[in-house]
Nanobody
Framework: QVQLVQSGGGLVQPGGSLRLSCVVS????????TGWFRQAPGKERKFVAA????????EHADSAKGRFTISRDNAKNTVYLQMNSLKPEDTAVYYC??????????????????WGQGTQVTVSS
């Protein structure tokens, strides 16, 4: 059974940083892609970043480029999202996700089969 447990959200001031963690159990993260998505109140879930199954490829949404970085630690079976220079518009519930296909689009939420519980990130002064 694949499970994703997230941690690391919270309240931060504009310009601050947070690191989200996603511990995956039930499979090895180096086997399939893992991604991060976010959903603001009243809006659809949107892609933030993803890392390929090999770890050699990453993809970031335009809104995240230069500020957010996805990475992983295979030994800990954990995927991270480092978020710097946070803005109020980054406020959302963030979700990590993985799937059972190695190839295909990394940015489409419907491609992912397993989801974390979500963690709130609030950027406010």
């Amino acid at each position: 059974q694949v499970q994703l447990v997230q941690s690391g959200g919270g309240l931060v001031q504009p310009g601050g940083s947070l690191r989200l963690s996603c511990v995956v159990s039930g499979r090895t993260i180096s086997t399939y892609p893992t991604g991060w998505f976010r959903q603001a109140p009243g809006k659809e879930r949107k892609f933030v970043a993803a890392i390929s199954w090999s770890g050699r490829g990453t993809e970031h949404a335009d809104s995240a480029k230069g500020r957010f970085t996805i990475s992983r630690d295979n030994a800990k079976n954990t995927v991270y999202l480092q978020m710097n220079s946070l803005k109020p518009e980054d406020t959302a519930v963030y979700y990590c996700a993985t799937r059972s296909r190695q190839y295909g689009s990394l940015s489409r939420s419907f491609e992912y089969d397993f989801w974390g519980q979500g963690t709130q990130v609030t950027v406010s002064s």
